[in-house]
């Protein structure tokens, strides 16, 4: 079936630095996949997503590139704030009926 | 607007008590979700109701138990609480079939069990 695995956690970046956040994922044909985020005491929201082979998804400075030649969907961003702070979910859709997230990636970014 | 509102945010209580959590979309979707947050932050899908039909029930102990009364609503009821339910719960809407959209959920409720 459908899986993710997840650059395992915490990370912790000062400032300004540059983030990658590693998902490679297993899957039956080319499925659409996510990132989502969850902000401190907050539930999960949609951060960006692609939904075919060589897609990018962008949003707020985030950026995640669909690559089926390694299996991956790695989430970058050039330049991270404190805002940023938050854990991160690489997630793919398992058959029609659910969505499978990786295990997170807490971010700590450092003033 | 919330498009996906769970009640309560917060819910402590006691060993072999009975509660209910309650979720309410108004986003139109067909499917409504619940997922378990442990404290690693892992993510597991519990259940899973499609326009009032039961499509996905994970291995869950049979003390919870999933309700929906109207495609809009998916309640949870949990039975003789233990210590280890003591998580975030969070619900969650989409279409069926929408392998695209992604998911809309809400803010969560933690539950902690003393």
């Known amino acids: 079936g459908n899986s993710v695995t997840q650059m395992e956690g915490p990370v912790t970046l000062s400032e300004e630095a540059f983030l990658t956040i590693n998902c490679t994922y297993t899957?039956?044909?080319?499925?659409?996949l996510f990132w989502y985020v969850q902000y401190p005491g907050e539930g999960l929201q949609l951060l960006l997503k692609a939904t075919k082979a060589d897609d990018k998804g962008s949003n707020k400075g985030f950026e995640a590139t669909y690559r089926k030649e390694t299996t991956s969907f790695h989430l970058e961003k050039g330049s991270v704030q404190v805002s940023d702070s938050a854990v991160y979910f690489c997630?793919?859709?398992?058959?029609?009926?659910?969505?499978?997230f990786g295990t997170g990636t807490r971010l700590t970014i450092i003033p | 607007d919330t498009a996906v509102s769970q009640t309560p945010k917060y819910l402590v209580t006691q060993m072999g008590n009975d509660k209910s959590i309650k979720c309410e979309q108004n986003?139109?979707?067909?499917?409504m979700y619940w997922y378990k947050q442990d404290s690693k932050k892992f993510l597991k899908i519990m259940f899973s109701y499609n326009n009032k039909e039961l499509i996905i029930n994970e291995t869950v102990p049979n003390r919870f138990s999933p309700k929906s009364p109207d495609k809009a609503h998916l309640n949870l009821h949990i039975n003789s609480l233990e210590l280890g339910d003591s998580a975030v719960y969070f619900c969650?809407?989409?279409?069926?079939?929408?392998?695209?959209?992604?998911?809309?959920f809400g803010s969560g409720t933690r539950l902690t069990v003393v």
């Open positions: 986003l139109g979707h067909d499917t």
């Open positions: 997630a793919l859709p398992f058959g029609n009926e659910k969505l499978t």
């Open positions: 969650a809407s989409s279409h069926l079939n929408d392998r695209v959209g992604g998911y809309t």
């Open positions: 899957a039956t044909g080319y499925p659409s």
